[in-house]
Nanobody
Framework: QVLLVESDGGVVQAGGSLRLSCAAS????????MGWFRQAPGKEREFVAA????????YYADSVKGRFTISRDNAKATVYLQMNSLKPEDTAIYYC?????????????????WGQGTQVTVSS
């Protein structure tokens, strides 16, 4: 069992930055790949970024590539999402998720555990 708790999101102006964190409980965090997904109002949840268990591989949605960075600290059992150059279309509830396969995936169905989500609002 892995419990995931995201940090508070917030409201930021367009062009600004925000860093989300997701703290995991459980002794096997470093075996899991971690992902970030988001769901905007009226839209389906979508992939944002993923990182393999070793941080050797990272994956990004085209919409955030070059602006967002996913990283992890296995010693702290925490995964981060650094979001720069934010746009109003980045407004969504952001979720972190854990995948026991360890490699990282854009496919939501491959994730075993999910956080409760945190709201990020980007004002224009």
């Amino acid at each position: 069992q892995v419990l995931l708790v995201e940090s508070d999101g917030g409201v930021v102006q367009a062009g600004g930055s925000l860093r989300l964190s997701c703290a995991a409980s459980g002794r096997t965090f470093n075996r899991y790949a971690m992902g970030w997904f988001r769901q905007a109002p009226g839209k389906e949840r979508e992939f944002v970024a993923a990182i393999s268990w070793s941080s050797g591989s990272t994956y990004y949605a085209d919409s955030v590539k070059g602006r967002f960075t996913i990283s992890r600290d296995n010693a702290k059992a925490t995964v981060y999402l650094q979001m720069n150059s934010l746009k109003p279309e980045d407004t969504a509830i952001y979720y972190c998720a854990a995948d026991h396969r360890g490699l990282g995936s854009q496919n939501q169905s491959e994730y075993d555990y999910w956080g409760q989500g945190t709201q990020v609002t980007v004002s224009s």
